[in-house]
């Protein structure tokens, strides 16, 4: 599966962007997709994934309560929902997808389809 996110962009802190991942060629229909960030000089750090099948969702600790992830299964996408946005979400966003086997799905280890990342910048 071919992965491409899309929506990233400039905003001011307490603003919201949204984020789309859109999959091609193999259905995402039994695939975990999570999303990634990595700011400069920072690891990456897991945002939030989705269970397509059925759409259960967990969300890494930073961003709890302001991002929403779901997913559009006859449009093949997964989308990003981020509100109450600070300068410290400001990071390359990357979609993923696995068929892997994973306790929860927070590890970049775990997923093995990846797109090619959107900016976000948040001004403070």
């Known amino acids: 599966v071919q992965l491409q996110a899309s929506g990233g962009g400039l905003a001011q802190a307490g603003g919201s962007l949204r984020l789309s991942c859109a999959a091609s060629g193999r259905t995402l229909s039994r695939n975990i997709v999570g999303w990634f960030r990595q700011a400069p000089g920072k690891e990456r750090e897991f945002v939030a994934r989705?269970?397509?099948?059925?759409?259960?969702?967990f969300y890494g600790d930073s961003v709890k309560g302001r991002f929403t992830i779901s997913r559009d299964n006859a449009k093949n996408t997964v989308n990003l929902q981020m509100t109450s946005l600070k300068p410290e979400d400001t990071a390359v966003y990357y979609c993923a997808a696995t068929s892997l086997i994973c306790s929860q799905y927070v590890t970049d280890g775990c997923y093995d389809s990846w797109g090619q990342g959107t900016q976000v910048t948040v001004s403070s």
């Open positions: 989705i269970r397509r099948p059925d759409g259960s969702t």
